[in-house]
């Protein structure tokens, strides 16, 4: 028996529509246009606000300058891995100046420098990657997440923290940071459904940055862009030149301004380039060229911004002096924070396990203290 | 240990399952920060209707039909607890909850370690577990082992009509994330329990002597303790007069009412659905012998579900520990080298 011959079937069937069923919107607002959206070098550059976009320039050379003494930290051994941010600084950059104080920002393992922008110490930013402990910081007195190292795990926190505050009448808007990679999780679909059904504040920002360490994108996906994913959802979707910190300020702020004013959650993608390995653990050549990373360097967020900045006349020599001792003087005290030895108790690996100790941490917390006493007497008497 | 005082109810809970609804519903009357969600809790009640009527109560913001993803429930969860609520979640069934592994492993568990306290997580998550309700796989899980295997998590399970209510009230109470396991096939055991009656009910990491006894202690919690105490009355014909302690809390674990049992008696046996190997009883069985050697008579044993996938309906009367299965054990405690 085929299909048409089954009872039932046939034309006057097919043509019956379900009762109830309707699209519930129209896709066309919520698709993403098919170009990134760009600022800086087109016709859209003449409304800069200059005093702005001052700060975004000594943000963002702040901001190369950390990467790169961060970098150096590693070498050194300071740091026990550093993933690197050069060529992502705008997005980093913008994500943390777009947000209120009241507002939290949930970022990835990579996204140290948007914690940093936001105001967080250097040195309590880099805890996670030096290794005396895993957050250095209260995320409630900066309203900043802990870093997260499992991917996308950390979107459904902000949706959920969100969703609460709304619940409790605050003005707060979450924004989460995920890479390309992290789109592929499906801690990424249940947050961005969630976030979508429960109109959730949030703003959702993807850096894709070509590669998930290895896999380039087209390896990760196959739609058309990300951004095009937020159309499945329900939420619009933004495409936007993730090295044109402009371009990035201004989606981004309208963005937090939909989800502060009842509008729900976005998605934006920011098309960008991870200029350096995705860690000193990784070799970049053996799976990309030269002559793209050169390309990339071509279209850097620093001289995009400087370039436009200059040729306006908003920004001159002086400025970028003042700019770079500023970096520079970041630098310094980040050094000097990490080359000061972190005072370890190793007895604090029973502390927060549970708000009471239990039983047999007590017995094991005993354990290293004898330990610890018996190596501390013998040091003392080898001397 | 914290102890939770038990409010007089206005009606009396006639079965485990209303237990667990009037703690809910207490839970949230005294607290407006206390937020049931999950899939089905709303109108429907819950699949097992413990939720039965907490959304027309409190309202949908407080008891909260989720769409069906456990990852992104118990991930939404956290983010409430970070902003100040008290979720409580519900899991539906047992082998549901394990896509929401991660969320539970790499964030719920370390958020107060991997803060240094600055952010716990009072997170309450309800699984119905354990089989011997006819369910269809996937349906019947016993997962207790993956969940006191994970630092950071709290565990307990009750047993009775009454510690359903007393623990889930002290599990909402605690500021650590609590897995709290309910044994599915208890949801409509019925008990003579009166809210009115008792003052206090059980602080987290409280076991309790059910039977006192000379010969053995059997040592169970949850769906096995039923069972353990009927067969500690068939034992009685035998000649053996058995001790029963049920665990309630199994992180942390009450190891000094164990022992202090197992040193009366000199003789024990741990009793669990779940598989033996690498099972909360392996790990019972090896405190008790580090800290009761020299009073132990015979070997600790255990009697516990097999180590395979939970069985099909029609199988599994075979896997779960029976009355028999028990008392041979027990028999074996007549240890004569």
């Known amino acids: ?383 | 240990m914290t102890t939770v005082a038990v409010k007089p109810a206005t009606t009396k809970p006639a079965t485990m399952a209303q237990a667990l609804n009037r703690a809910m519903r207490d839970a949230m009357a005294e607290d407006p920060t206390v937020h049931v969600m999950g899939e089905d809790v709303g109108a429907l009640g819950g699949v097992f209707r413990i939720t039965d009527g907490l959304a027309k109560e409190f309202g949908e913001d407080r008891c909260t039909d989720t769409p069906l993803a456990e990852a992104g429930i118990l991930g939404a969860a956290v983010g409430m607890a970070m902003y100040g609520l008290r979720p409580v979640v519900e899991m539906q069934f047992d082998a549901f909850a394990y896509p929401a592994f991660e969320q539970l492993i790499s964030h719920v568990a370390k958020m107060r370690n991997r803060t240094r306290g600055a952010m716990p997580l009072p997170i309450t998550i309800r699984v119905p577990y354990g089989g011997g309700i006819g369910g269809v796989e996937h349906h019947c899980d016993s997962s207790e082992a993956y969940y006191v295997a994970t630092p950071g998590l709290t565990v307990v399970t009750p047993a009775t009509v009454e510690d359903a209510y007393g623990l889930l009230r002290a599990s909402i109470a605690s500021d650590d994330p609590v897995i709290f396991l309910e044994p599915k096939r208890l949801y409509w055991s019925k008990s003579d329990w009166s809210p009115e009656a008792p003052a206090a009910v059980p602080g987290i990491g409280e076991a309790l002597v059910r039977r006192t006894g000379t010969s053995a202690t059997l040592i169970t919690y949850g769906p096995s303790l039923p069972v353990c105490m009927e067969a500690a009355e068939a034992a009685r014909e035998e000649g053996w007069d058995l001790e029963v302690v049920d665990l309630r809390s199994l992180v942390p674990f009450d190891e000094e009412t164990v022992v202090a049992s197992v040193r009366r008696t000199g003789r024990a046996v741990v009793v669990h659905e779940s598989g033996g190997f690498g099972g909360p009883g392996a790990e019972i069985a090896a405190r008790i012998t580090e800290r009761c050697f020299h009073h132990l008579e015979a070997p600790v044993l255990r009697v516990t579900g097999f180590d395979i996938p939970y069985p099909p309906p029609m199988l599994e009367k075979y896997h779960l520990p029976g009355v028999d299965r028990i008392l041979d054990t027990v028999a074996r405690l007549q240890w004569e080298n």
Request: net charge negative; with cysteine.
């Open chain 1, 1 to 383: 028996m085929t299909v048409q011959e089954l009872p039932g079937a046939g034309a006057s069937h097919r043509s019956t529509p379900p009762p109830a069923w309707r699209p519930r919107t129209d896709a066309a607002p919520l698709l993403p246009d098919p170009e990134p959206y760009r600022v800086l070098g087109t016709p859209a550059a003449d409304r800069l606000d200059p005093e702005l976009m001052r700060r975004c320039y000594a943000e963002l050379v702040r901001g190369r300058r950390y990467n790169a003494q961060a970098t150096a930290l590693t070498r050194q051994g300071r740091l026990a891995v550093y993933p690197s941010t050069v060529g992502q600084e705008a997005c980093e950059i913008a994500a943390a100046m777009v947000l209120e104080e009241q507002d939290w920002l949930f970022p990835s393992y990579r996204d140290t420098l948007a914690a940093v922008a936001r105001g967080l110490d250097p040195v309590q930013a880099l805890t996670l990657l030096r290794g005396d402990w895993h957050t250095g910081y209260d995320p409630r007195e900066h309203r900043i997440a802990p870093l997260s190292t499992p991917l996308a795990t950390q979107l459904p926190h902000a949706v959920g923290l969100a969703h609460a505050a709304r619940l409790r009448g605050d003005d707060v808007v979450a924004l989460a940071m995920v890479g390309d990679g992290g789109t592929s999780e499906g801690d990424f679909h249940e947050a961005m459904n969630f976030a979508a059904v429960w109109q959730a504040p949030v703003v959702f920002l993807v850096q894709n940055n070509g590669f998930a360490i290895s896999v380039p994108l087209a390896k990760q996906t196959a739609a058309p862009t990300l951004a095009h994913k937020a159309v499945g959802y329900g939420m619009p979707g933004r495409l936007v030149d993730g090295n044109d910190i402009a371009a990035m300020h201004e989606v981004l702020s309208e963005a937090v301004r939909r989800a502060r004013s009842g509008g729900g959650p976005t998605m934006i993608e920011a098309v960008t380039y991870r200029i350096e390995a995705h860690t000193n653990a990784d070799d970049a050549t053996r799976y990309r060229g030269d002559a793209e990373v050169e390309a990339w360097k071509a279209h850097d967020p620093i001289d995009l911004l400087e370039r436009e900045l200059t040729a306006r006349g908003l920004l001159d020599e002086a400025g970028i002096k003042a700019a770079k001792d500023a970096a520079e003087a970041m630098a310094a005290a980040l050094r000097d924070g990490m080359n000061a030895e972190p005072v370890i108790d190793p007895m604090d690996l029973f502390e927060n396990v549970y708000a009471q100790q239990t039983g047999r941490l007590r017995e094991q917390a005993a354990m290293l203290r004898a330990e610890l006493d018996a190596a501390e007497q013998e040091e003392g008497d080898g001397s």
